[in-house]
């Protein structure tokens, strides 16, 4: 019975899996990953670990992914082409990911093998206050370094997502109604109080009035 | 055999003179100068070389030869070769004429070659020459010998190739110079195959330096057979063939002989000296000089006098068709050399030499008229537009007319008695081992090559001084493309010019009478002794079967003509024993000899009437193509030799060799190293994937290794 | 029978090697990321398997940590994604090749 269950969700996260890959347009493949997700969530309870298993579903399906998807919609990601650089990258990928899984199968095959595997799973750690115990006294130390990390991540994402100074030339103002003090963008203007109104680089060009500046590209740097 | 001094002098003379004119005459430019020091230097040495051959003990008098050892040039082992000089008789001979030509020559040219831009040069070259030949005739061992073969070589090369803005005088430079090579290689075989069957190289004994004869030793050794095994052997024969080659190349017989009617090309001179009296004979030189090694290598005579007849009547058959006045000389020249050779092969070492001293000099004075005609015709040789020049060129006309019938062989002239004797000797030779009738074929041809002689000498004679003036004509088809040079009249040449030629024909006249053979001197009840046989005899070998003793005659003298009596004063030499060679002169030998010298006066008479009869009235005959175009040989060469050895070297060679593998690894080393620098770039183009892959594959090697390592352990623990 | 612990392994195995072939495919920058959450989430399988079958907690505790590091990462990382788009309004990964000799 549970080898059946086990075989349904394996098959799902393997298709899941393999989809996503496999999907030009990065949407439907982030959809396929929240199938992954959940199918392993359900693996995850025929382990025994139901607390996993719902934190998977809250962080990854419901956090991450959600972010993934924003993300997606925000920047409006098209459909991938087929390659034209780096094609003999295919082969290569699938030849490495071979041996990859042949070296994966050769410790598989002992660790199978090795008479101190238990073959029944029959665990009772996988409980809520188990995995609590568990954190908040041996594992302390990675759980505060843990909330430390977040911190950081947060700091990151904010100072990421913050612009200053004048605008590189190839950026594109975000759609939307902007509205910049004229010194971030113009170092002459610093005690100019008129904001600038702009919708894309080419009208902050147009209202600073170095249209026809030569801009930095790709090549120089 | 004392240490002479003054021998050196006779080749270092010319040699101070090339280099004072390469130094200081190019700089003076001054040509009384460059003439002066030029001749001087050549006069010094046939002065010395006089003086040596005819003092009371010198060369041609003494049993030993003069000797001069200037330095020891290579010693290693048992190999020594000596910078000696060594003056017996066949080289005091070769010596005397050589100089004595050489010098009436260097004063003709000093005339002749007025005006040119290169007069230091032509004289320094020309000084370059006598150097090499004289060391060429006088060296005492092989190896110097072949330098001054090698240096008469060079010599000619310079010579040939004088005219520089001449477009056929470079070709024809190479051409002599490497078919010269080609024989090189054979005389340089034969040169190692007598060191190595006899340790030495040298061809006098020296005592006082330990140094051995090669000569004696091969002398000592027993005669080989006869048949096509004795040339590949290894033997004597191998060596005497291996000689000979070299002296096909450097005297002009089949099959090296193509370079010499090229060799026309270069000034008249050149064509005198060396392409006639000096260089030519040097192949001679160094057969006679090797007579102990040819009388014991009767295959290899052979061989000589076959390719010596052969090319005799091949060269005459040429001459009769050529229209360059210069050209019918040099196939006269490869001609007369075949008969030295016959003579040679069937054992007449003497008649030989004879014969290329009276070929000197009317060689040479054929040429130098040629030359002198050449010059009053504004430079023009080509016997067709010539004619009736005998009433412009007198003394050019008398005395090329000596020279005419000295090379035809009419009596008392100098070409007759040698030419006789040739014939005489071949009649009478035997080969031992070689079918009897030899001599007679052999004479047979000899007989005609006379005839074609006489026919194309005359023809010679004919068409350029008498008959109609053809000079003044415009209508004789040119295959220049320019007019005739008809509006000049020709001029006799200035005294520089033909006082050598008078001095060449009285030589010419009366230079055979050293050489009358006995058979002819008893007729006139004078002087009976054939001088030049006399001192040439005892330093050539004799064929076996006509002397019981072996080796060079050094201790003893060998007469074969009856000792002299006394009629008037007293000879030379005391006479030292007979030999049973003596038998050889019995009345009818001599009555034989009588009337085979009938014949060849009316072989020659023959051919001067024939000439004179097809030639005076139509001096334009056609003759036939075949022979004109020398039977196609120059084709044949290139066709066979030169465009298979061209197309391999191109093809082979350097584009499948050199540029191919040679290059071709060196470049592949290049685009190995390119190569690998352009996949490794792959590592880093700045792809995101590219790294990530690159990242994988590391990690892939060392799961890989931990795996593998691991394993032993996991084996353990599997059940 | 029961699933072994091989075959969870297997899974984890697979899932971690398509991943692998999805980042070194994958052109898009998000797609690409995307595929290395995959990865992650095969190392988690494999930690919750063995905690399973050996019983012990620790390999829940650390899926845990590896979850709370992927949700940081993620919002750092997308947020970097966004700064590129801004500046090359690219979102292909082939066109940030610039970081080479």
Not at chain 1, 53 to 81: H, K, R, T
């Amino acid at each position: 019975m549970v080898a059946l269950l086990f075989i349904l969700f394996a098959g799902m996260a393997i298709g899941c899996a393999v989809s996503m890959v496999a999907q030009r347009n990065p949407l439907y493949g982030a959809i396929s990953l929240i199938g992954v997700f959940i199918s392993l969530a359900c693996l995850y309870v025929t382990l025994a670990a139901p607390f996993i298993a719902a934190v998977q579903v809250i962080v990854y399906a419901g956090a991450i992914m959600v972010l993934v998807v924003f993300v997606i919609m925000l920047l409006n990601v098209e459909e991938e082409e087929r390659p034209t650089r780096l094609r003999s990258l295919v082969p290569i990928a699938v030849v490495l990911a071979a041996v990859l899984f042949a070296e994966a199968a050769f410790i598989i095959y002992f660790v199978q093998a090795s008479p101190s595997t238990p073959t029944r799973n029959i665990s009772d750690v996988g409980l809520t206050s188990s995995i609590g115990a568990g954190l908040f006294t041996t594992y302390l130390l990675p759980f505060e370094i843990t909330s430390i990390l977040l911190l950081m991540a947060v700091v990151g994402a904010m100072t990421l997502a913050r612009t200053g100074g004048l605008l590189p030339p190839r950026a594109v103002v975000v759609p939307g109604h902007q509205v910049l003090a004229r010194d971030v963008l113009d170092p002459r203007a610093v005690n100019e109080p008129e904001p600038i109104h702009a919708r894309s680089t080419a009208e902050v060009e147009k209202i600073l009035g170095i249209e026809g500046a030569p801009h930095v590209t790709d090549e120089d740097l | 055999m004392g240490t002479n001094n003054l021998l050196s002098l006779i080749i270092f003379a010319p040699l101070a003179g090339a280099v004072i004119n390469w130094l200081v005459g190019r700089r003076l430019r001054n040509e009384r100068f460059i003439g002066v020091v030029a001749c001087a230097s050549v006069g010094i040495s046939t002065l010395i070389a006089f003086y040596l051959a005819f003092k009371p003990d010198g060369a041609l008098r003494a049993t030993q030869p003069l000797m001069d050892h200037l330095w020891t040039w290579i010693q290693v082992g048992t190999f020594r070769a000596d910078f000696g000089l060594a003056m017996d008789r066949l080289s005091g001979i070769y010596a005397l004429f050589i100089t004595f030509v050489g010098l009436l020559i260097h004063i003709f040219a000093t005339g002749y070659m007025h005006g040119d831009r290169g007069y230091y040069r032509f004289f320094a070259y020309l000084n370059l020459f006598m150097f090499a030949m004289l060391t060429l005739v006088l060296a005492d061992n092989f190896l110097l010998m072949f330098v001054g073969w090698e240096g008469v070589g060079l010599c000619s090369y310079l010579l040939i190739g004088f005219y520089l803005d001449k477009e056929e005088a470079a070709p024809a430079a190479k051409k002599a110079f490497i078919a010269n090579r080609v024989g090189d290689w054979g005389f340089v075989l034969g040169l190692m195959l007598i060191f190595f069957m006899t340790g030495s190289i040298s061809f006098f004994e020296k005592k006082a330096l330990g140094v051995t004869s090669a000569l004696t030793a091969i002398g000592n050794l027993p005669i080989d057979g006869f048949g096509w095994h004795a040339i590949f052997a290894g033997g004597v024969t191998s060596i005497a063939v291996l000689l000979f080659i070299g002296a096909t190349g450097k005297s002009a017989q089949i099959p090296l002989f193509v370079w010499l009617p090229d060799a026309m090309a270069g000034p008249t001179p050149v064509s005198a000296l060396i392409h006639a009296a000096t260089m030519v004979t040097a192949g001679v030189y160094m057969v006679v000089r090797c007579s102990a090694i040819y009388t014991h290598a009767p295959t290899a005579m052979f061989i000589v006098a076959i390719v010596g007849a052969a090319t005799a009547l091949f060269a005459a058959t040429i001459g009769i068709a050529q229209n360059d006045i210069k050209k019918v000389l040099a196939y006269s020249t490869i001609s007369q050399l075949g008969y030295m050779f016959l003579a040679c092969g069937m054992g007449a070492f003497v008649a030989a030499i004879l014969h290329v001293m009276t070929h000197a000099f009317f060689k040479a004075q054929l040429f130098l008229g040629s030359g002198s005609v050449i010059h009053g015709m504004h430079h023009e040789q080509d016997m067709r537009r010539m004619g009736g020049l005998r009433k412009y060129m007198p003394i050019t006309w008398l005395t090329m007319c000596a020279g005419w019938l000295a090379i035809c062989g009419v009596p008392i002239f100098a070409g007759f008695f040698s030419k006789d004797e040739i014939l005489w000797k071949t009649w009478s030779g035997q080969i031992a081992g070689a079918p009897p009738a030899l001599g007679k074929a052999l004479w047979f041809i000899g007989a005609v090559t006379a005839l074609l002689t006489a026919i194309y000498m005359t023809r010679l004679m004919v068409m350029t001084f008498w008959g109609n003036e053809r000079f003044r004509e415009k209508t004789i088809e040119d295959s220049h493309g320019h007019g005739s040079h008809g509006a000049h009249t020709p001029h006799e040449s200035p005294w520089t010019m033909t006082i050598p030629l008078i001095v060449l024909a009285v030589l010419s006249t009366i230079g055979g009478l050293v050489g009358v053979p006995y058979a002819l001197s008893s007729l006139t009840g004078g002087h009976p002794e054939n001088y030049f046989e006399r001192t040439l005899e005892p330093a050539v070998n004799s064929v076996p079967g006509e002397e019981t003793n072996a080796g060079q005659g050094t201790a003893e003298l060998h007469w074969l003509t009856p000792p002299p009596q006394e009629v008037d004063g007293k000879p030379a030499f005391a006479p030292a024993k007979r030999s049973e060679a003596e038998a050889v002169h019995g009345p009818a030998e001599i009555s034989q000899e009588r009337l085979f010298t009938l014949i060849s006066i009316m072989v020659a008479i023959t051919g001067i009437g024939i000439g004179w009869v097809m030639f005076q009235k139509q001096p334009l005959r056609q003759m036939p193509r075949l022979l004109e175009h020398k039977y196609y040989v120059d084709e044949i060469y290139d066709a066979a030799v030169i465009q298979p050895i061209l197309v391999i070297s191109r093809e082979g060679l350097w584009k499948l060799f050199d540029i191919g593998v040679i290059d071709g690894l060196i470049h592949s080393l290049g685009r190995t190293v390119v190569n690998l620098g352009r996949t490794i770039r792959h590592m880093q183009l700045g792809f995101v994937r590219g790294y990530a892959a690159i990242i994988l594959a590391g990690a892939l090697i060392i799961i890989g290794y931990f795996a593998y390592s691991g394993a032993h352990v996991l084996r353990f623990l599997v059940k | 029978m029961t699933p072994q612990l091989s075959w969870y392994l297997a899974l984890s195995a697979v899932l971690f090697t398509i991943g692998v072939v999805g980042v070194l495919i994958k052109r898009n920058v998000i797609s690409m990321f995307m595929c290395i959450e995959l990865m992650l989430n095969a190392v988690n399988l494999t930690f919750v398997a063995f905690s399973s079958f050996f019983r012990d907690v620790s390999g829940q505790l650390f899926v845990f940590i590896v979850m709370t590091v992927a949700a940081a990462e993620a919002a750092v990382g997308l947020g970097i994604i966004i700064a590129i788009f801004r500046n090359r309004e690219s979102l292909d990964v082939d066109d940030a090749s610039i970081l080479r000799l």
